[in-house]
C-alpha cells in the first residue's frame, strides 16, 4: 500500500475475507483527512521492518482462536504481534488483545454479563446458560437445574469464532434430546422474542442500532425434535429462513419497542467491563416482560449501515490518542464530538452530515 506524507500512520491488518469487503477507497480517503497514512500489515513477515505505525487496527480474532486451539502458524503469529506491541508500548491497539480474548469464550462474556448486579432492576438480563464440557446427559441435567437454564434452550459451541461451526447452533426442546449437544458447548435459555433481534454496534462512545429477523416464539416440548440452523442463515440482513416465521397464534402485531436507556446501559456496562473500542452486541426483547435480554456480544463486527463507520473510527481513535497524550486536543480539525455531547452518541440521528457510506468487513 502506497505510503503518502502525512505525520502519523495506521497499520491495519483484516482477513483477505474481509478486505475484499472494505471500501479501501474511503478508508484511505478518510484517514488521509485525519492525516494518516494506511499501512495494510502483512503479518507472516517482521512487523517492524513493514512501518513505523501509531494505531494498530485488527480483526485477529479467528487467529488468536486458533492459536489459543494450539494452531502452530496461528501461535506464531499472534506470538510475533504481541511481541511487537510490548515492544511499543506508544501504539494505539484497537483492540488489545487481552480484551479481544474475553470475547472468544461464550461462557467467559456471559458470566460477566451475569455477574453485573445493576442489570436486574433495569429490566436487563442475560438468559441463564451454563457449559458442558462432556456429553454425559444425567450430569448435564444437574448443571442446568444447578444454573437455572430451561427448555427450550440454545445450545452454542464455547468458543464463538474461529470457524464455521462457532455459528452453528441447535434448539433443543427436551432432556432426551440433550445429546445433541456438542461439548465444549453452552446451553442457554431460550427467550420468546417474536423473532425480532436488535443488534447494536459500537464505536467507542457511538452506537447504531439495526434490526435483523430472528427465531420464532417456542414453548419446550417431548414432541419437538431439535431444530439445527446457523447463525447466518437466519438472521443477516436479507436471511428469510421458515424459522423466522411467527405461527398464526402469535400475536406479531405486539410490537416490542426498543428502550433505548436500556441499551446505553448495556454499553455502559460493556465499556466498563470489556473496553472495546470496536464491539457489537445482540439484544432480544422477551415479549412477557419487554426485559431486554444480551445474547451475544462481538468483536470489531461488521458495520453495514453504520452512517460514516470511518470518521468515526477515526475520530475516536484521536479521541483515545489525546487521552493518551500522543497528540494535542486541537489538531486537524477533528469533530470531537465525544467532548461536544458529552456521552454515548446514537449515530442513527447524526445530525453532521459527511457524505461518506458505511462499510462491511463482515
Ligand atoms: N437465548 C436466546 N433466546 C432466543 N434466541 C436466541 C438466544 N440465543 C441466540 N438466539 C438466536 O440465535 C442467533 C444466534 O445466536 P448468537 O448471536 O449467540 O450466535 P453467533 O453465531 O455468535 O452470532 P453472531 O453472528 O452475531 O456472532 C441469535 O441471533 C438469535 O436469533
Ligand atoms: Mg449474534
Redesign the pocket.
Known sequence: MESNSFNETIGIWISDKKSQKLNWKELINTCAAFNYNVVKLDLDQSLDDQARIDVFLHKLTDIIAAADQGDPKASIIINRVEQFLSNHPEIVVIDPLESVRILLN?NCYYSILQDETSFSNQGIFT?NFAEFTYNVIERNIEIMKQRGVTFPL?C?PTL?HGSKS??E?VIIFNEKDLGACKPPCVV????N?NAV?H?VFLVGDRYHICE?P??KNFTSSENLDPIYYS??E??KADSQSTLSILDPHDNADITLTVNEEKIKSIIRVLRKKIGLLLAGF?V?IDNATGNH?V??I?VF?SYDNFPNFFEHLLDSINNIRKANGHINGDCNGISDLTNRLNGLYNVGRDPVKYGVKGMNVD
Open positions: 461464550r438468559p440454545v452454542k464463538a462457532a455459528h447452533m442457554q435459555s431460550f427467550v422474542h433481534l443488534k435483523r430472528s427465531i447463525t447466518g437466519v438472521c445482540d432480544v435480554a445474547i451475544d462481538n463486527p
